[in-house]
């Protein structure tokens, strides 16, 4: 799982735990995490995680829980990318919006596909092997209907939603979507009448969209900017990683730039050379454990360690097991698919 992506935590979630009776104190606590998480409301995708797995842990009703949160999650709390859609002129461009603009918080992202007379809407990840936690799949699905049925001003609902784990109250979840809900499903997904996506927003407002619309296009093209100069990076050490021992001053060099200059952009990019290095050989060790034709030895030569017990901790600290365990168990999962 990636460690440098860096996720910005909406003020208005904190609001509305507290409206729910959830104490944010326990909650940072018992996702053992800081208690500054708080007040900066910045963290990575592991403690992203941690905290919904913790409010799941907490509510003790997944099911409430999921349905609580869109709820009472004031509009006025939006923050600018979903006040944007918010604002939208109709349900498909307030869609549109979110797909776009969730791209500057990852790490889920939205697919929309419109076919017939469905549209459906898909949860995919970014940059990770690992689905988020089952509250914050469920949730977010959830806050996508709230949305249209505020912005269009009725009860809207679903025509299926699809999770790939299991809930023990689906009732309660098939009441508030208005539809079937399939658990145990290949994808997390909600489809809806696609004739509802043109349905107007009684909530449209041109002008604020005219002020909001620039400033979230220039921070998305910024976010784009640094997002490859990190690609760029990375592909220049996994292309080294064989040789002799690189520094970011050889990087800087192939790009022509001081080291002092691709320091501040990979800062800009909320990143650093030490943690691409360690992202390129995660990736590169997986690519080649999964290839049973190399031994172990190899695995640790070609992603840049000299012996095999310093490749044996790093790839613990990365996976939470050995490399023979974890070639062991994804050959397993490869035989049963």
């Known amino acids: 799982m990636t460690t440098n992506t860096r996720i910005r935590i909406p003020d208005g979630l904190w609001t509305g735990l507290k409206q729910l009776g959830v104490n944010t104190r326990d909650l940072v606590r018992k996702a053992k995490l800081p208690l500054t998480v708080i007040t900066e409301s910045v963290v990575t995708v592991e403690q992203y995680y941690a905290l919904w797995q913790a409010y799941s842990d907490i509510i003790g009703d997944m099911e409430a829980g999921i349905l609580k949160l869109p709820i009472v999650f004031e509009t006025a709390q939006y923050p600018p990318s979903v006040l944007a859609a918010y604002h939208a002129r109709d349900y498909r461009d307030a869609l549109q919006r979110m797909v776009r603009y969730k791209e500057m918080c990852p790490p889920e992202k939205l697919r929309i596909v419109e076919e017939g007379k469905s549209c459906v809407i898909e949860l995919e990840w970014l940059d990770t092997e690992q689905a988020g936690p089952p509250m914050l799949i469920g949730t977010t699905l959830a806050f996508l209907l709230e949305l249209g049925r505020r912005g269009i001003g009725n009860p809207l609902k679903a025509r299926l939603v699809e999770f790939t784990h299991s809930f023990g109250q689906v009732e309660t979840l098939e009441e508030y979507f208005g539809c079937p809900i399939q658990l145990s499903a290949k994808r ?143 050959a397993l999962i490869n035989e049963l698919h």
Do not use: C
């Open 188 to 330: 997390n997904r909600m489809t809806l009448q696609r004739e509802d996506l043109d349905r107007p927003f009684i909530s449209y407002n041109a002008e604020l969209l005219e002020i909001l619309t620039p400033v979230l296009e220039q921070t998305l093209d910024e976010q784009h900017r640094n997002h490859s100069i990190t690609e760029i990076v990375k592909w220049i050490i996994k292309r080294n990683l064989t040789g002799e021992r690189l520094d970011i001053q050889d990087v800087a060099s192939e790009l022509a730039m001081s080291e002092r200059t691709l320091q501040r952009r990979l800062t800009d990019a909320k990143t650093s050379f030490k943690e691409l290095l360690k992202k390129a050989r995660h990736e590169q060790a997986r690519q080649y454990l999964a290839d049973p034709a190399l031994d172990i030895k190899e695995v640790a030569f070609l992603v840049g360690y000299k012996d095999q017990s310093s490749f044996y901790r790093a790839f613990r600290s990365w996976e939470g097991e050995t490399p023979l365990n974890w070639r062991a168990e994804h």
